[in-house]
């Protein structure tokens, strides 16, 4: 977990003050932390560490624009569980800093968290999260309204695609329809991945492959991959 | 046993545990590759539609899964000029 820190130190006739502001990961939040020394006479007795306060500064600007930066301005879509249809409609920035505002007033992080668990994975389960009957033949107007009600909920993705590869990138093969997962690239010692659509679950060196140096950009030449930058969310997890 | 690394599951939007690979195999690849096709400027909605209307696997498969969403949403633009009171709902009687 990231953090940066300011210490200030105060100090009185008998009492030692030190006030450390912690900036933490979350876009906006600012925690302050104070440690309080007591001195008596000549002799330090006490120490106490004391969460004097815990501010959460709601500065829609700093949030808004950290959250933003590290959402590309173009290509960014939501997927909805319960609506995969919506990732085929590109989100503008101004509905996203939008979403990233219900989201935050909702409690659920800010660009990658969830507030659907999945209790049933696709496919074949979709309208009900939206609150929609299975049995009910609704219009499409209820569809989309009950979607917009609940499209926070979604998680942003994104994908671009890459002129080279790099460490963290995913390989694509559009062939056999297969995503390689670069963890290590280097001209110099070759590559590794691992393929996250690979039929073998929990063995990793079944899915692990790994490419001698130069010969993933013999390859790459040969138009067998595609290097594509995609979303976090896309990759990590099981 | 020394064990010095725990996996864990960092990322909280994990898109990828609605995706089981036994029923969706290659659900990834079409997720990204409908990202990558809709990301294009030219022929973004002819390739986007050419792939809802045929599917590239049509028994299983994410494109063919949102194929079906968008007939059933499709579907359901027919009554969407149709006041509640025309429609008709089905209700259970007890006997």
């Known amino acids: ?238 | 046993m020394l064990c010095s690394y725990q996996p864990i599951t960092a990322c909280l939007g994990d898109i990828k545990a609605w995706l089981p690979k036994q029923l969706l195999p290659t659900a990834l690849w079409e997720v990204i590759y409908l990202l990558l096709a809709s990301s294009d400027s030219e022929g973004t909605d002819a390739v986007r539609q050419a792939l809802l209307d045929t599917g590239l696997s049509p028994r299983r498969g994410l494109i063919a899964y949102l194929r079906l969403l968008s007939k059933v949403v499709q579907r359901g633009a027919v009554i969407d000029d149709i006041p509640d009171y025309r429609t008709i709902r089905e209700q259970e009687v007890i006997l």
Request: hydrophobic letters at 40%; glycine letters at 6%; a neutral charge.
């Open chain 1, 1 to 238: 977990m990231f953090a940066a820190g300011i210490i200030t130190i105060s100090i009185t006739a008998n009492h030692v003050t030190r006030s450390m502001v912690v900036r933490s990961n979350c876009p906006g939040t600012v925690t302050l932390l104070e440690l309080s020394i007591y001195k008596n006479n000549k002799m330090l007795l006490e120490l106490y560490l004391c969460l004097s306060l815990f501010v959460c500064i709601e500065s829609s600007s700093l949030s808004r624009n950290s959250v933003i930066e590290r959402l590309p301005s173009q290509g960014l879509r939501l997927f909805h569980p319960s609506y995969p249809l919506s990732l085929l409609d590109v989100v503008s920035e101004e509905e996203a800093s939008s979403i990233i505002k219900i989201k935050r007033l909702n409690g659920i992080g800010s660009t990658t968290a969830e507030g659907v668990e999945p209790t049933m994975p696709l496919p074949w389960k979709s309208f009900p999260e939206l609150g929609i009957s299975p049995e009910a033949f609704v219009s499409s107007k209820n569809i989309l309204d009950s979607y917009e009600r609940q499209k926070h909920q979604g998680y942003f993705i994104w994908a671009r695609k890459l002129e080279k590869p790099r460490n963290n990138c995913v390989l694509l093969n559009h062939w056999s329809q297969r995503v390689i997962h670069l963890t290590q690239y280097s001209a110099t010692d070759g590559a590794v991945g691992y393929d996250l659509t690979s039929s073998v679950d929990n063995d990793l060196r079944a899915a692990q492959m790994t490419w001698p140096p130069l010969a993933l950009e013999f390859e790459m030449t040969a138009n067998k991959w595609q290097a594509v930058e995609v979303s976090e969310n896309l990759i990590n997890g099981g």
